[in-house]
């Protein structure tokens, strides 16, 4: 007698861990094959369950994707700036903080935030949490450099501008790592991005120096995530 088989039903959950299990897949999935990756049936095939199911919990993909988008790069920078030392100073803390997040080991998350820049000019779920992540990580990274300013006479720079530019750098340098299209050795450029930040030049004692008074501020900047 012929016998067929039959693929195996899903195991029930209760609903808390089945939408769980669907996010997690999505973002595991995201995190392989980027955002644009993300479909009903991708997502449904990735953990294993029906696209109905997918749909059930989460009926509209665009609130989805940047649901997805916010659990991976909310991640990364609760990661990055967690490791931030109060007992280094903020050269080296920042240098620390540009490095990794220029790691090749990271190019999946770069992927992510590229592809949600072009994704959330239609998708305005996306760009609204692009937006938002974008402000986190300047607001992070702002009130590191005002921490280590208040600590330090000496650093008379201005953190909102310097934060900037440290991250249109890494933004910058990220983006151009996905097509192979990058300086042999990033971390000398983030060195010396870093000092052109840091290293305010002493011309002029009796102005009180700020970001705003050198030639580098008056460079306009894009805004960037990280």
Known sequence: MKTT???AAPRRLPPEERERSILDGAVALASESGLEALTVRAVAARVGVTPALVAHYRPVMESFVAEVFTAIVAAERDEVIAAY???VDLRANLLRLIETLLDDSRDDVAMVWVQSWALGARNEALGARVRAEM????SAL???IARAIAEDPMLQVDAGSSAWMLLAMVDGMSAHSLVHWAPRDRADLARRTLSAVLD???EAPTIPLSLETTPLAATPLAESHR
């Not at 402000?135 to 300047?138: E, M, P, V």
Request: proline residues 6%; aromatic residues 6%.
């Open 5 to 7: 088989s039959r693929a």
């Open 85 to 87: 030392d109060d007992a």
């Open 135 to 138: 402000d986190l990580w300047h």
């Open 142 to 144: 702002e009130d590191l």
């Open 200 to 202: 305010v030049p002493v």
